[in-house]
């Protein structure tokens, strides 16, 4: 009995009907549903099996990855053009598509001293994201967003809010750490990004967004806020407060122009990064404040997402 060759199921006319999201190939000497040419080694010219080989033949691997060397090399000599749009996979990939494109990423100088990109994770449905600024020293070593101190004071001002941390989604407007190290000594100290960086990264946090499709976005600190509502953005005067969801627009990566996307959220809620907790002197209020504004965070749930002040 012949082997049977399966490949990713699709509209093909020439292919038997998709059973559990995979189809068998094609009958032999099937010319696909444009007629030009016989398939070879996969389905239809026009169809997803050629789509398929097109995305992982060692060609077209090896031209992307030209232009990703081309993109770095003219990032870096002009400092201009930051920007992780290249980088992106295409629209249909998910979150983990997004991880492993994230990994490569070269749209700004930041990857360079940085251990690792930091992505996104938790609750890939949540209907809260929490938005940090950038990576800290453990986040960069673990490749994992705040599993550090700071993220040990979110945790435990989450649950006290009434937001269970399991339910939520976290990640950093910046996707790299950025640091710089005194001179004669060793420790890394945290240095905030630029607004050119945050914007060189916002692709990943648009593309986070439509994925997830959180009802409500928590900006934790300033460049957070910044971020999302621009650099007018001042942590101490709009934190605490529903706010509505300004959107984001995708910057056009994909040659449409660019335009405001549709991620679902439908409100947003700021306040200071759990960090700032640990530098108060006040530690205590500082800490009361957060949970506060997390309070409010948790009511709009209640309430239905919101999307107007309060
Ligand atoms: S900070 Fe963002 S844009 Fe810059 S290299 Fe890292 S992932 Fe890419």
Redesign the pocket.
């Known amino acids: 009995m012949g082997v049977r060759r399966l490949v990713a199921a699709g509209p093909c006319p020439g292919s038997s009907p998709a059973t559990t999201g995979w189809a068998e190939a094609p009958r032999p000497g099937h010319r696909g549903r444009s007629g030009r040419g016989r398939v070879r080694g996969g389905c239809c010219p026009v169809g997803p099996g050629r789509r398929l080989a097109e995305r992982t033949s060692p060609r077209r691997r090896e031209r992307r990855r030209r232009e990703m060397v081309t993109h770095t090399t003219s990032v870096k000599r002009s400092g201009q053009g930051?920007d992780?749009t290249p980088?992106l996979p295409g629209r249909r990939a998910g979150l983990p598509g997004l991880r492993r494109a994230?990994a490569g990423?070269?749209?700004?100088p930041?990857?360079e001293d940085a251990t690792q990109?930091v992505f996104g994770e938790g609750d890939t449905s949540a209907r809260i994201l929490l938005l940090g600024e950038q990576p800290g020293d453990q986040e960069d070593r673990q490749g994992r967003p705040f599993v550090g101190p700071a993220g040990k004071v979110l945790e435990r001002a989450l649950a006290d809010a009434g937001i269970h941390p399991d339910g939520t989604y976290v990640t950093n407007a910046?996707?790299?750490f950025k640091f710089t190290v005194p001179e004669g000594r060793k420790r890394r100290i945290h240095k905030s990004p630029s607004l050119r960086?945050m914007t060189?990264?916002r692709p990943?946090l648009v593309a986070e967004l439509q994925r997830v499709r959180p009802e409500l976005v928590v900006a934790l600190g300033s460049t957070a806020g910044k971020a999302l509502l621009g650099p007018s953005f001042r942590v101490t005067e709009q934190r605490g407060a529903l706010l509505p969801w300004p959107g984001l627009d995708d910057g056009g990566g994909d040659g449409s122009g660019g335009g405001r996307v549709d991620d679902g959220v439908r409100g947003l809620v700021a306040t200071i990064h759990p960090s700032a907790v640990l530098r108060a002197d006040d530690r205590d209020a500082a800490y009361k404040g957060l949970v506060s504004d997390l309070r409010v965070a948790a009511h709009a749930l209640d309430d239905g997402g919101g999307g107007s002040s309060s």
Do not use: P, Q
Not at 105 to 108: E, K, L, S
């Open positions: 930051y992780a980088f994230a990423c070269r749209g700004c930041l990857y990109t910046v996707k790299h960086e060189a990264c990943w």
